[in-house]
């Protein structure tokens, strides 16, 4: 346990050494905010850029404030997912790569050690971004649209957070896997991808996948609950991320080279 | 022909220091620190390590000779707990536990750090993750970059190290914790003179507190450090002892005779030579059979034939001449 806490905070103070405490959060929250603000400016927008022919009417219906957080979610399932795995793909590569995995691992430091030390740093950085970038969102929808409940907001986060939590749990089993980072991120976007694709083609055999959180998330804002087979799919995300990081951990212990 | 070499004697005050705390080793009291039978490691493609069997004992120091591509790595990375064996076992007599990487101290060929961590950082990670307590670390620390001389850029960025830094304070880190078998990879290989002087230098400290193994491919270093050798070529060992029996075994004593005029054919007849190899026309080396060499028949040779002696030399017994008997065995 003390030698967890020790990686673990390694990993925090090297995360805010080499910028990512900055980056992530600021792309995020980059993402997140311009959806209110296109929303809400959009037919000054179209109005000063498009050309339009004199007299033309737009009408926008105004959406609500679930709505706008609604679609900030799903700009967070496309760029988002890209980011969080830009922001991970390194953190065993790079390591492994560069020969500084030996110092640490002459060390009595188990894989099982190692490896959910990465796990939880990236958890916690990822989800601190979201949780930034979200909750400024949500500030700007209820001053923009109509106010939204804040219990609504945590636990459609709490939900979408899953998705995170599993996003990193595929990088970081693929970073034990593959030497590359830029392979490591290839094949990570690849699975994730494939995954989503899936889900949405295959609704019927895919009730239990990780993706379809994006969907009960938004269900959680528009409709005030899960859709079913909601829970199904939290423990299968859980479960599933559980065992992505003990596979990772089991590999780990068969490098051949530290 | 060993060439001389004379440490300029430094104090090593501050070295006390160190040391002055730490426990005391049973040096020389014959204890076999660590045992190893029949280890063996396969890679894809070849079998670089084949069944290896040796004992270190307790307070020596050893040093693992080879070419390139010996297996040296591989060895001492399998002692170092970094790769599993493909068959055998190492043991350490005494230690019950199967992870012993706490006894060991390991410095890889290139250590590499975290550039973003300053050398004290490094060291305050590895003394936790050694679980060092937090109470003696900070001292520790301090006297053990005193030790490697890195004290006045505690707080200075590992990136900004240079080579011989980086070595240093790989050093620092193998001893922080008091291993009992410190192992170094190549720890002098990619040094320059001044600081390979400074790491052998080290070393002949350390000698008395720790049990040592490292590798090398450069004779000389390991004659100044070590007692023993241990001879690697393709995976299987070649000679295991310490170096006076190497030099006793496998060197031919030897006189070298440099004269003004020409000496080709001169010694042919004298008794108990091997053979002579003329480096030129005026210079003879004359290899013996054994080792009493009748220095006056020689000498009474050269008066009768009125040569002029420039210079008689009584070869020394060369490791190196040793190392490439034993490896062309």
Redesign the interface.
């Known amino acids: 346990m003390?030698?967890l806490m020790?990686?673990f905070y390694?990993e925090l103070v090297?995360s805010l050494?080499?910028g990512k405490w900055i980056w992530l959060p600021i792309a995020f929250i980059i993402i997140g905010i311009s959806q209110p603000l296109a929303n809400y400016y959009m037919p000054q927008i179209l109005e000063s850029a498009g050309n339009m022919p004199e007299g033309t009417v737009i009408e926008i219906p105004t959406p609500t404030g679930e709505e706008v957080l609604s679609s900030t979610l799903s700009q967070f399932g496309s760029i988002g997912t890209l980011l969080f795995v830009l922001a991970a793909m390194g953190v065993i590569a790079n390591e492994r790569q560069?020969?500084?995995l030996?110092?640490?691992?002459?060390?009595?430091?188990s894989p099982f050690q190692y490896i959910t030390s990465k796990w939880f740093s990236q958890i916690l950085i990822s989800i601190v971004s979201l949780f930034l970038s979200y909750g400024l969102t949500w500030y700007y929808t209820n001053l923009l649209f109509n106010p939204v409940k804040w219990d609504t907001m945590l636990t459609s986060l709490a939900i979408y957070s899953l998705w995170i939590v599993f996003i990193i749990s595929v990088t970081i089993l693929l970073g034990t896997l593959l030497k590359s980072a830029g392979g490591i991120a290839g094949v990570s976007i690849l699975i994730l991808g494939g995954l989503s694709l899936a889900s949405s083609l295959f609704t019927k055999y895919t009730k239990w996948s990780p993706a379809n959180l994006r969907s009960q998330a938004s269900a959680v804002l528009l409709e005030g609950g899960l859709l079913e087979n909601g829970w199904l799919v939290i423990w299968t995300t859980l479960g599933l991320s559980l065992l992505l990081i003990a596979v990772a951990a089991l590999n780990f212990k068969r490098f051949?080279?530290? | 022909m060993v060439m001389d070499f004379d440490y300029p004697v430094r104090q090593y005050d501050w070295a006390d220091s160190l040391f002055r705390n730490w426990k005391k080793k049973s040096v020389g009291g014959g204890n076999m620190l660590l045992e190893v039978r029949d280890l063996s490691k396969s890679f894809k493609h070849h079998q670089a390590v084949k069944n290896l069997s040796f004992d270190i004992e307790e307070g020596t120091c050893v040093a693992l000779i080879g070419p390139n591509g010996a297996g040296k790595t591989t060895t001492l990375k399998m002692l170092a707990g970094l790769l599993t064996p493909t068959s055998g076992t190492i043991q350490f007599p005494g230690e019950q536990k199967k992870d012993y990487r706490y006894l060991i101290g390991f410095l890889p060929q290139h250590p590499a750090f975290f550039s973003w961590m300053t050398a004290k950082e490094f060291l305050l990670l590895a003394g936790k993750l050694s679980q060092m307590p937090k109470s003696k670390l900070t001292s520790k620390i301090n006297e053990t970059l005193e030790f490697v001389g890195l004290l006045d850029v505690k707080n200075k960025r590992i990136g900004g190290f240079s080579g011989g830094m980086k070595q240093r304070l790989g050093l620092a880190q193998a001893l922080l914790d008091e291993p009992e078998l410190l192992i170094l990879d190549e720890p002098v290989s990619a040094l320059d003179p001044n600081g390979r002087r400074d790491v052998l230098q080290l070393l002949l400290r350390l000698k008395d507190h720790m049990t040592i193994l490292f590798s090398t491919h450069v004779l000389h270093d390991a004659e100044q450090v070590c007692d023993s050798v241990m001879m690697l070529k393709e995976g299987i060992i070649k000679w295991n002892g310490s170096l006076l029996s190497l030099k006793k075994n496998h060197t031919s004593p030897a006189i070298r005779i440099k004269t003004a005029q020409r000496i080709e054919h001169c010694f042919n007849d004298i008794p108990g030579l091997e053979h002579i190899e003329y480096e030129d026309a005026k210079t003879a080396v004359l290899y013996f059979i054994n080792r009493s060499i009748n220095t006056d028949l020689l000498l009474k040779v050269i008066l009768e034939k009125n040569l002029t002696l420039l210079n008689f030399e009584q070869l020394q017994d060369s490791l190196e001449d040793a190392y490439m008997k034993v490896m062309n065995q």
Do not use: D
Not at chain 1, 102 to 109: D, H, I
């Open positions: 003390k030698t020790t990686l390694k090297e050494r080499n560069n020969g500084s030996t110092l640490v691992m002459v060390r009595p430091v051949e080279q530290f």
